[in-house]
C-alpha cells in the first residue's frame, strides 16, 4: 500500500479528521492534505509521527 493508502485507512479507521489527525502528529493539514492526495511523499519518519498519531490516546 502507498504511504497516502497507509495514512487515509489508519485515519480513517481512527475516526479523526484531516485536521485532528494534524494537530496530533504536528504536522500542518495542507501537508497532511498533499501526503493524502499523493502530490507530497512523506519522509519515513514523518509517515511514522503521522501513523503514531491514529493510534488511541
Not at 494534524?22 to 511514522?48: D, F, I, K, M, Y
Request: contains cysteine.
Amino acid at each position: 500500500m502507498s504511504s497516502s493508502g497507509s495514512i487515509i485507512d489508519a485515519r480513517a479507521r481512527a475516526g479523526l479528521s484531516q485536521s485532528q489527525l494534524a494537530r496530533r502528529a504536528g504536522v500542518p493539514q495542507p501537508n497532511l492534505s498533499a501526503c493524502e492526495a499523493g502530490r507530497v511523499q512523506p519522509r519515513p519518519e514523518t509517515l511514522a509521527r503521522i501513523l503514531a498519531a491514529t493510534v488511541p490516546l
